[in-house]
């Protein structure tokens, strides 16, 4: 289960909040009425790029470690130094990227983010071909993707606002979800044969490729503006109020938070995942990979299935079953045994991959009506900087505890760490209504 399954969680204080809720409403976006999505041409042309993009990501996943292993002979140390890269943007300059994303155009942003991240990946096989290749402009192309990445991800949301009107947002949420996790499980096998066939360096333009195709879609869509300009602050205090909207409203709080843990007990448990199925149950390659794709199938139906489940539930029990469920699951995986039993596990964690994914388009759907057009980035940022704070407290945690107990045991507390984080939103006093509230009126409430 990958990191971006596995959620997507995310407050203002005294003069904010009369500027949140002076906002004036957001204007339909043009292009959208009549037909819904499949008439909204821009709506589409972001679906498009988005499915090359995250093809060509998942690619990389595969063929960057070649490139360091096979062709730079990387060590265990090196190859842990170019993984901490892509994510250290997001400790470092994640706050203060998405309150400078927040002042500006997002379609702008994105074109921006996407040539510069086009241009880092192609300099690899640039590099190999003129001699100079070497670990340390894997390290930068890391640190450049992972900072593009960013602005990227902060803007995606606020463009996805303007182009799409709010009935038609849980459909085109589960719709870019549903896309997300297909082309996670197709763009590891692809990039590994494209590896075998053309080699990792060459293959490695692949990414550069379908970020091409996204910057292209995101040309052609049509500029739209937002319903209206604040004021733009300082940097320093935008990150501010970024961080005050996060943690001053207990809704947004809690899902930053719940996230944080949930993602703690799911990263402990991927550290360990691969050493418990090739060493300790002897799957061989194959199998290991099967057993991935099984779950990821597992992230496209969740996907799919978020709007409907939306509609039955409500959002607010909605986000609450579909993680429960899901963290019910993740410990069975420590009893995972070679034959009939692993596939009832791997189908057990499959369901729960589809109960995170689920929870995440409702999540992310409600964020999208109830915080500010023009907070959407800083918001964005604030939560996943929270998201991502443990992650490699747990990767580190996970395998020391694992030289001295096995991976079992690891998988199964990791598991049961993840199951309380997500069974804590029973105890959220909005649960006494369907949904979650809609509009800036309620997080003024929240004062």
Not at 186 to 208: D, I, S, W
Not at 241 to 261: K, M
Not at 349 to 357: D, E, L, R, S, T
């Amino acid at each position: 289960m990958s990191v971006e399954q596995a959620r997507r969680p995310e407050g203002a204080s005294g003069s904010e909040v009369a500027e949140v809720v002076l906002r004036a409403p957001a204007a339909p976006a043009r292009g959208a009425g009549g037909g819904g999505l499949r008439r909204n041409r821009d709506f589409l042309l972001l679906w498009a790029g988005e499915a090359a993009s995250v093809t060509g990501a998942g690619m990389t996943s595969v063929l960057l470690p070649l490139v360091a292993v096979d062709l730079l002979d990387a060590s265990a140390t090196w190859m842990g130094v170019i993984a901490a890269a892509t994510w250290l943007p997001w400790l470092v300059v994640g706050l203060p990227i998405g309150a400078w994303v927040d002042g500006r155009s997002p379609r702008g942003v994105m074109i921006g983010a996407n040539t510069v991240s086009m241009l880092a990946y192609a300099s690899v096989p640039l590099a190999a071909i003129i001699g100079v290749l070497n670990l340390w402009q894997l390290v930068v192309v890391a640190l450049v993707v992972g900072t593009g990445t960013i602005a990227f991800r902060s803007a995606y949301t606020k463009l996805l606002v303007r182009i799409v009107p709010e009935h038609d947002r849980p459909v085109a949420n589960s719709l870019l979800f549903g896309t997300e996790n297909a082309a996670n499980t197709v763009g590891p096998g692809l990039g590994g044969l494209v590896g075998q066939l053309v080699g990792p360096v060459k293959g490695m333009l692949g990414e550069a490729l379908g970020l091409a195709i996204s910057l292209v879609c995101l040309v052609l869509m049509r500029p739209h503006l937002a319903a209206s300009t604040p004021r733009r602050e300082p940097l320093r205090a935008s990150v501010r109020s970024g961080l005050r909207l996060v943690f001053g409203d207990r809704r947004l709080r809690f899902f930053a938070l719940q996230g944080a843990v949930a993602n703690f007990g799911l990263i402990g448990q991927q550290a360990v995942l691969v050493l418990w199925l090739s060493r300790e149950l002897q799957l061989d390659s194959a199998v290991i990979g099967i057993v991935f794709a099984v779950s990821s199938v597992g992230g496209i139906v969740g996907a799919l299935a978020a709007p409907a489940l939306g509609r039955l539930l409500g959002d607010a029990r909605g986000v609450s079953i579909t993680l429960t469920v899901a963290g019910l699951m993740l410990p069975l995986l420590a009893f995972a045994q070679p034959g009939p039993v692993l596939w009832i596990v791997v189908s057990a964690n499959a369901v729960a991959v589809a109960g995170i994914v689920a929870a995440n388009v409702l999540r992310r759907t409600w964020v999208q009506s109830y915080v500010p057009e023009h907070m959407l980035a800083r918001q964005s940022t604030s939560a996943q900087l929270v998201n991502f704070a443990g992650m490699p407290i747990a990767g580190v945690l996970a395998g020391v505890l694992a030289e001295q107990w096995g991976p079992a045991p690891v998988i199964f507390v990791m598991g049961v760490v993840a199951l309380a984080a997500n069974a804590a939103s029973w105890l959220q006093p909005w649960l006494r209504r369907r949904d979650l509230p809609r509009g800036t009126a309620a997080i003024a409430e929240e004062r």
